[in-house]
């Protein structure tokens, strides 16, 4: 199965940027498309951008413009630059990707989520 570790959450002032990472590990054979979901309290987990093995990409509107998804995927790592931040933004943030193990198994994993807390 795949193992998938986020980082870079943490609290931020409006405005103000913060970076995320999401770094896979375990018997991959190959990534396909990588994504970012977040969740706030009391509401259901939301989609925030994807990005396929291409390096094609996508974005909820809701962040459009603020947000960039990329990824190495020399080192299986998922990557959100977020910019403009705003209190809105606040939540817990979790990877997802969609891999082929080495067993030729296609799995879906997510990670553990990071919080992002974005406040004055």
């Known amino acids: 199965q795949v193992l998938l570790v986020e980082s870079g959450g943490g609290l931020a002032q409006p405005g103000g940027s913060l970076r995320l990472s999401c770094a896979a590990s375990g018997n991959i054979f190959s990534i396909n498309t990588m994504a970012w979901y977040r969740q706030a309290p009391g509401k259901q987990r939301e989609l925030v951008a994807t990005i396929t093995s291409g390096g094609t990409t996508t974005y909820a509107d809701f962040v459009k413009g603020r947000f960039t998804i990329s990824r190495d995927n020399t080192k299986n790592t998922m990557f959100l630059q977020m910019n403009s931040l705003k209190p809105e933004d606040t939540a817990v943030y979790f990877c997802?990707?969609?891999?082929?193990?080495?067993?030729?198994?296609?799995?879906?994993?997510w990670g553990q989520g990071t919080q992002v807390t974005v406040s004055s």
């Open positions: 997802k990707v969609d891999a082929v193990l080495t067993s030729r198994v296609r799995v879906q994993g």
